[in-house]
């Protein structure tokens, strides 16, 4: 059974930082990718970052540039989302999610969430 368990939300004010992990299981081959979404009351889901599996080749929202990093531990299984200068307009449950179509952009597995949120 494919599972994805985030962790590492929490309450922080603005400017601060917070380190978001993800680890998977249930499957034997690496994912070929793994996004990071947020979704926000009332607001659509949002891409947010994502990361080759093999390459470490990463991408991100324009919102996040700069101030965010993706990363994955091979050995652990696990991808993360370092946050930097956090923004109250970053406050959402953040989710990971799995990717393994031949281009980006369809994901099948997704974690149940976890909250961040950053007070002004």
């Known amino acids: 059974q494919v599972q994805l368990v985030e962790s590492g939300g929490g309450l922080v004010q603005a400017g601060e930082s917070l380190k978001l992990s993800c680890a998977y299981s249930g499957r034997t081959f690496s994912p070929k990718r793994m996004g990071w979404f947020r979704q926000a009351p009332g607001n659509e889901r949002e891409f947010v970052s994502r990361?080759?599996?093999?390459?470490?080749?990463?991408y991100y929202a324009d919102s996040v540039k700069g101030r965010f990093t993706i990363s994955r531990d091979n050995a652990k299984n696990t991808v993360f989302l370092q946050m930097n200068n956090l923004k109250p307009e970053d406050t959402a449950v953040y989710y990971c999610?799995?990717?393994?179509?031949?281009?980006?952009?369809?994901?099948?597995?997704w974690g149940q969430g976890t909250q961040v949120t950053v007070s002004s």
């Open positions: 990361i080759t599996w093999s390459s470490g080749s990463t």
């Open positions: 999610a799995t990717d393994d179509s031949p281009f980006p952009g369809r994901y099948d597995y």
